[in-house]
């Protein structure tokens, strides 16, 4: 899968998240990462993000580590 769509993907599951009551959006963010997709775009999105995060929302950031 190509690095840009899953970036729009993960800002996307955050922008969700960041409009939900209550706290814990990391968390949940990571959460809907791990239970949704598979291990190789999991692998993809961290390796992605080491490379440069620039792109990703600031809850995708601090849930890499999470997933």
């Not at 899953?6 to 209550?22: C, D, E, H, K, V």
């Not at 775009?41 to 999470?66: C, E, F, G, N, Y």
Request: without cysteine; charged residues 20%.
């Amino acid at each position: 899968m190509q690095p840009e769509k899953l970036t729009r993907m993960a800002n996307q599951i955050a922008s969700f998240f960041a409009t939900q009551p209550g706290g814990g959006q990391v968390e949940r963010v990571a959460a809907h990462l791990n239970d949704f997709w598979g291990p190789e775009m999991r692998d993809a999105l961290k390796a992605q993000a080491a490379q440069d995060d620039s792109d990703l929302s600031p809850l995708v950031r601090d849930a890499i580590p999470l997933i």
